[in-house]
Every structure is written in structure tokens, then in C-alpha cells.
């Protein structure tokens, strides 16, 4: 048999915000070579965990989240103790928001926490408006109302009111006069060339499609953001997942021509694509193929139907053969969901011993999958029926946020040899996957 592990190529990958295909998965190594972004390995980790004196995430710490830009200079400008924020976004283009959308909240929930920082979230109103599919409603009040409803979602993983500043990009375009002026800026040095070459969206776009990039971009610059940090320039950090690399990109070649005008180049950290249940190197997504994706306002009954009928499973065919030659973990969903959502080394690898050897049958990995999924959803829909007005109003109100940090102590750190095994480096198979 061929072997198909060996004859993807870097052309046979597509990511971009718009489009994600892969002729034979997504192969992430790939990746960090095509976008040319660094690894997160052991040795980063360990300086988050020292630093922040915070134990890294456990998406940190399975490489889930695995590739960064300038994450070193960021954590050097931490480590001096200057000032950093924290920046992410969300298209609101459909009213459920899957458990896909919060793998980069929770993550940046986890970093607002961590550094103490400031966060500010961009909710993309007309960015979903000026993309909008020919099926979709074509006025921008609909995206707006969006935001708002999917704020509620945001909101609910927990993100800190004091230091977090949410807003709909259609408003913050009109009112914040910061936000204009980079965006002129940016305008005054793009050409409609270099969004084609490096987004590749062209002369059939619309104008408004055209300008996104600027305006996505632009809040990676604090001076963006006078009420907040008056006219200090500080340092950016966007979590993200790895199709919004670009927009960085972006920013950083921005503030390479700009230098004397001291725009900072954010640092990004970039994640996988959380799987839909057809296939662990897939993407999640809300308009394709809906059955196989999990809604955080899906009941438990769902989320057990949709596992059971649609995670792709690598086990045998038949009970017998799977006693007799066990499952494939590399493509199993139920087990790659558990990389997300069991955070136990110790417990994952029993389970991935059991059942590579055919022990644990496709049935009970899923059940376990059901299991912590229902919890996790189930938790956030009473957290979101927690969500007033009032604090929806709070976090989208333009305001001074708190940018005050209380000291820990240190923690713990775990040996070299631990930290070396950890970030791209981790084995998600835990010892069983070539067996
Ligand atoms: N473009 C993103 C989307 O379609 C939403 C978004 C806006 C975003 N600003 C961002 C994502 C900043 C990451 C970082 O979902």
C-alpha cells in the first residue's frame, strides 16, 4: 500500500480565513513550514509556566496550541515588566456557536488569567455582513444582533469585566476616531496588490471585502485603544486559530515599514482546527455539514446522537476485530476530542493503551466522549443563564479597564526532561501509536 503520510505536500494545503482544504488532512508540521511560524516546545512552555506561575493549559502542554510568532519577545517584554494585552475576535455569522468557537476563548481566558492582562474583542458584525452567502440576510443589523447574541456565549467562559473590552466592529468603526487613523494608515500603504497576494481576495471583491483585512488588523495596535492605555504603545498577543495567521502577517509587515512611528508587531499563538466528528483532520463548522457539529445549545440527547451516529471511530469493523487488532487512534474523533476536554495524562494514557489493544471497545471511548463533552456544554449553559443585559452592556462599554496585577507565588516547576516531552513534542498516542 502507498503510503499517503509521506506524499502530502505543502501545495496540497489550502488556509486561508475563507477556505480550508487539504487533499489528505491537515498535516500541521506542514504548516509551520508553509506560514513559516515557529514550533511552541518545551522550553516555551516552561518559561510561560515560570513566568506567569501559572501551569500551563493542557492545550498548551499537548501541543494543541503549537505554533507562535515572536512568543519569546512578547514573554521578554512580560518578563521586564512591561505591559501586554491581548486581542482575539469572532465572526458572528450564525446565532449557535459550536464547541469549535471556544477552543481560542477558553484559551485566552486562560491567558487573560495567566498574565493578568487586558483583553479586547473584536466581534465581527461587518465582517460577517461583507461575506455574507447569497442565502444569508443582507442587511448589517442582523450581523449586529448577532454579536450581541453571541456575546452571551463569549462572555460565559468566564472572561474577567474589569480587563476586558468587548465591541461590534460596525459601531467601533464609527465612533472611535484611533481606529480610522490606523485604518488611513494602513489604506495609505497597501495596495489593493498586497491584500491579493497575501489574503487572496482581488479586483472581483467588493471594496468593504478589501478594506477587511485593515480592519481586522488594526486593533493589534493598542493606540487603537486611547481610553483603555492612553497613548502607551503596548505589546499585542492574539490567540488564535491558525487560518487568522494572515491578518498578522499583516500587522507585522505594517509595522516593519513603520517603525519610526512606533507601532508595535504583535506576537501571535496559533492552534489546531478543532475536528469535526467526520474526521479528526477536519475543521468544525457551523455551516457544513451541521449534524456532525456539537452547539453549545445542544441538548444531552444530541450530543450523545450526533457521537454515536457521526465521530468517526478507529476501531475494527466488527467486535471481533477490533478484540483482535485494536483501534486506529490517529483517526478516532472521540479519542482527539479527548486531547481537548479530559485533561488527565494519566487517565488518557490508559484509555489510549486500552483501546489501541482492542481492551476498550469504540462504544466506551465514546461514552467517555459524551460523557465530558455533556459536561462542558452543560456547564456553559448555566453559566450563559447567568449573562444579564447589564453585564453584556458592561463588557461592550468603552471604559478605563483595571490594568492593576497582584503577585503570586511560584509554583512548582517540572524537570527538563518533563518539559522536553511537552508542546509539539508531546505524544498525543502516548507511547501506542506505530504498535
Ligand atoms: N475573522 C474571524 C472570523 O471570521 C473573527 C475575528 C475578528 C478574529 N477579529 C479577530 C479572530 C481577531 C481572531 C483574532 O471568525
Request: glycine share 4%; net charge negative.
Amino acid at each position: 500500500m502507498e503510503n499517503i503520510e509521506s506524499e502530502k505536500t505543502i501545495d496540497d494545503v489550502v488556509i486561508t480565513p475563507w477556505e480550508v482544504s487539504s487533499k489528505n488532512g491537515i498535516d500541521y508540521n506542514i504548516l509551520l513550514e508553509k506560514f513559516g511560524t515557529e514550533a511552541i516546545d518545551g522550553n516555551m512552555i516552561e518559561r510561560f509556566e515560570r513566568l506567569t506561575k501559572m501551569p500551563a493549559h493542557t492545550w498548551l502542554r499537548r501541543g494543541l496550541f503549537f505554533s507562535h510568532r515572536d512568543l519569546n519577545k512578547l514573554l521578554d517584554a512580560y518578563e521586564n515588566g512591561e505591559d501586554i494585552y491581548l486581542y482575539t475576535g469572532r465572526g458572528p455569522s450564525s446565532e449557535s456557536m459550536h464547541l469549535g468557537h471556544m477552543i481560542p476563548f477558553d484559551f485566552t481566558k486562560y491567558l487573560q488569567d495567566a498574565f493578568q492582562a487586558i483583553l479586547v474583542i473584536q466581534m465581527s458584525d461587518d465582517e460577517k455582513y461583507y461575506f455574507r452567502k447569497p442565502n444569508q440576510p443582507d442587511n448589517l443589523q442582523h450581523y449586529n444582533d448577532l454579536a450581541y447574541k453571541n456575546a452571551r456565549d463569549i462572555i460565559a467562559r468566564g472572561f474577567n469585566i474589569e480587563k476586558t473590552y468587548m465591541f461590534a466592529n460596525s459601531e467601533e468603526i464609527r465612533n472611535n476616531r484611533e481606529y480610522f487613523n490606523i485604518f488611513l494608515e494602513m489604506a495609505n500603504q497597501f495596495r489593493p496588490k498586497d491584500v491579493e497576494s497575501v489574503f487572496g481576495i482581488g479586483s472581483n471583491f467588493s471594496i468593504n471585502q478589501l478594506l477587511w483585512p485593515l480592519m481586522q488588523s488594526a486593533p493589534a495596535f493598542s493606540t487603537m485603544f486611547k481610553t483603555i492605555f492612553q497613548d502607551e504603545n503596548v505589546f499585542c498577543l492574539v490567540p488564535c486559530a491558525i487560518d487568522q495567521d494572515v491578518y498578522f502577517r499583516f500587522c507585522r509587515d505594517f509595522s516593519n515599514e513603520n517603525k519610526s512611528k512606533g507601532y508595535k508587531k504583535p506576537a501571535v499563538i496559533l492552534s489546531e482546527f478543532f475536528p469535526a466528528l467526520q474526521g479528526a483532520n477536519s475543521k468544525m463548522s457551523s455551516s457544513v455539514d451541521a449534524p456532525t457539529t456539537i452547539f453549545l445549545d445542544d441538548t444531552p440527547e444530541q450530543i450523545k446522537t450526533k457521537i454515536n451516529k457521526y465521530a468517526l471511530s478507529g476501531g475494527g469493523e466488527t467486535a471481533k476485530l477490533h478484540r483482535e487488532n485494536g483501534a486506529d487512534l490517529t483517526v478516532d474523533v472521540a479519542f482527539h476530542s479527548l486531547l481537548y476536554f479530559h485533561d488527565n495524562d494519566e487517565e488518557l494514557a490508559i484509555i489510549a493503551h486500552d483501546y489501541k489493544k482492542g481492551i476498550m471497545m469504540t462504544s466506551e471511548i465514546k461514552r467517555i466522549a459524551i460523557e465530558k463533552i455533556t459536561a462542558f456544554v452543560q456547564q456553559h449553559q448555566h453559566n450563559k443563564s447567568l449573562v444579564t443585559d447589564d453585564i453584556v452592556n458592561e463588557f461592550f462599554r468603552k471604559r478605563p479597564l483595571n490594568r492593576e496585577k497582584t503577585s503570586r507565588p511560584d509554583i512548582t516547576l517540572k524537570t527538563p526532561e518533563e518539559y522536553s516531552r511537552l508542546g509539539v513534542n508531546f505524544d498525543r498516542y502516548f507511547g501506542m501509536e506505530n504498535i
